[in-house]
């Protein structure tokens, strides 16, 4: 199967091989009997670096709440500071640089897990 991928603004198009074999998931229950609720699960968004830089403040720390705008941390690239945003709102989770990390472009900062 052929997909379309856009990465950065960049088409590329994929050959993709479809797994058949069978996922060991409960069938689609359709108009019968209902099952049981689903369990409500957490779904964890990525704060990436938008440039190649090193990291100067991380401003949040895990378990903090945020909100979509909030400056997370703050990223120097060329003797410029960066003011790193997130673009969800949720709980900080994972935080994966420290102050002093050199980081490139699309490298992972923080994990914002939403419910």
Do not use: W
Not at 19 to 46: I, R
């Amino acid at each position: 199967m052929k997909l379309k991928v856009t990465v950065n603004q960049i088409p590329y198009e994929v050959d993709v091989e479809v797994d058949v074999t069978p996922s060991g998931l409960p069938p689609l229950n359709v108009g019968g009997v209902p099952g049981p609720a689903p369990k409500p699960h957490h779904v964890a968004k990525t704060v990436t670096a938008p440039l190649a830089g090193s990291v100067r403040k991380i401003l949040v720390e895990s378990g903090q709440t945020v909100a979509a705008g909030d400056v997370v941390a703050i990223l120097e690239a060329m003797k410029m500071e960066t003011e790193i945003t997130t673009a969800y709102t949720g709980v900080v989770g994972k935080i994966s640089v420290e102050p002093g990390a050199a980081i490139q472009g699309g490298d992972p900062m923080v994990e914002i897990e939403q419910s």
